[in-house]
């Protein structure tokens, strides 16, 4: 082979192989960064890791709000009118923040308790964020497939 295209196929090579380890890396640090969403039935059938973060949704369960009196930390319960898990969060909730309304919380989960870095509120009467509204649709049809009243799905 002639030494010129030897050289060409070398530096093409390399070029490539540069090209495949950055996309490598990039599409690791990507991943290592989504949050994924999940609904307290997808919670409680397993489909999350204990420590593993990822983004819970639904309703705030009415009544379920419990706040200390000495520091900020808050307990509250979400639910898909199916299953509930509870949340613990320690900071300043949102303003919008309401039993009965929709909300996503990022966080990890702990021995069963959804320990919450974050909490963002809906923010107006009518909006609901699509993934808390597919979440609470696939809990309504499993409910009526089962043959099961759920209040509140409505």
Avoid: C
Wanted: glycine share 8%; no cysteine; net charge negative.
């Amino acid at each position: 082979m002639h030494p010129l295209r030897r050289q060409r196929l070398i530096a093409i090579v390399a070029l490539l192989l540069g090209l495949g380890i950055a996309t490598f890396f990039t599409l690791a640090a990507l991943n290592e960064n989504l949050d994924h969403f999940y609904s307290p039935t997808d919670v409680l059938e397993g489909k999350v890791d204990d420590g593993k973060r990822f983004r819970l949704g639904g309703v705030v369960l009415e009544d379920s709000t419990e706040r200390s009196g000495e520091t900020l930390e808050v307990t509250f319960v979400v639910t898909d009118r199916l299953k509930n898990t509870p949340v613990r969060f320690n900071g300043i909730l949102p303003d919008l923040y309401k039993e009965g309304q929709s909300i996503i919380a990022t966080g990890s989960l702990d021995d069963g308790v959804f320990t919450a870095t974050q909490v963002l509120a809906k923010h107006d009467e009518n909006y609901m964020p699509v993934e808390v509204q597919e979440a609470l649709d696939k809990a309504r049809a499993t409910a009526e497939a089962n043959g099961t009243v759920v209040e509140g799905t409505q």
